[in-house]
């Protein structure tokens, strides 16, 4: 996924470009240790560091099922517009 993506940013960039991946998390699962999540970990590792988070959201979990439970409401939801298509 990140194959010629650094050559692609430094090029349009002009700067310094690495790829790079989550460390030093805990509590999550091996997913969230690539590269698509560096940013978003690293944004709420800063915000913590910053003292930006409430001690209630420094405490951050992922839900890894989020997408699989939205699953659980397609039925309904076609159910739904079959019902609201026919007479």
Do not use: W
């Amino acid at each position: 996924m990140t194959v010629g993506l650094v050559d692609v940013a430094r090029r349009v960039s002009n700067m310094s470009v690495r790829v790079a991946v989550p460390d030093m998390v805990s509590g999550l699962t091996e997913d969230i240790r690539k590269p698509s999540y560096a940013v978003g970990v690293g944004l709420l590792e800063y915000s913590k560091k910053q003292g930006n988070l409430s001690s209630a959201a420094s405490e951050v979990s992922f839900d890894v099922l989020a997408p699989f439970k939205m699953l659980g409401r397609v039925p309904a939801k076609l159910k739904e517009i079959v019902k609201s298509v026919l007479p």
